[in-house]
């Protein structure tokens, strides 16, 4: 016999998207906290996500030395499997060529 697919208003989406996992969480705030301390990166506009236990780095910051800087500080905490850095330099201006 076979099993049919769920229809949209039987309820079976209604769970929304799953909640983050507490390991998650607990990484992204250790990695805030290190990106907050550290002088090179305190004042950039760095935004910080976990997927399990993937860091994603993503915003703007000033030069290349400080997007290095962030995925390094994000590396080495403890438990962190990947870092996916998407930031991008804030300065640059894109030129026609």
Do not use: K, Y
Request: proline share 7%; with cysteine; glycine share 6%.
């Amino acid at each position: 016999m076979h099993t049919p697919w769920p229809l949209p208003d039987d309820n079976g989406f209604a769970a929304g998207p799953p909640e983050p996992d507490s390991t998650d969480r607990h990484l992204e705030a250790l990695v805030a906290q290190r990106l907050s301390i550290d002088s090179t990166t305190r004042r950039q506009q760095i935004s910080i996500a976990v997927q399990n236990r993937v860091v994603i780095l993503s915003g703007l910051v000033s030069d290349a030395n400080a997007r290095q800087v962030a995925a390094d500080l994000a590396w080495d905490v403890p438990g962190v499997f990947d870092v996916c850095n998407t930031m991008r330099l804030g300065d640059q201006r894109r030129t026609r060529r």
